[in-house]
């Protein structure tokens, strides 16, 4: 068996590549929880878009050119 631990030494580099994070999606909140937080989220997002956008219209988009 020449290739035995080949898999765990995969496995190994592989985790090494992430960070060592792993699959654990525990963060210590209830679904509810995680739902409003990933709503602010998204909401901000919204908002911060919604801003640049309207910035970015009136800087870039006129010109009083005569």
Not at 14 to 41: I, M, V, W
Not at 51 to 64: E, R, V
């Amino acid at each position: 068996m020449t290739r035995g631990n080949q898999r765990e030494k995969d496995r190994e580099r592989a985790q090494a590549r992430t960070g060592g994070k792993g699959k654990n999606k525990d963060d210590g909140l209830t679904p509810e929880q995680r739902r409003e937080r990933d709503a602010k989220a998204l909401q901000e997002k919204a908002a911060k878009k919604a801003a640049q956008a309207a910035g970015g219209n009136d800087a870039g988009g006129k010109s009083n050119k005569k």
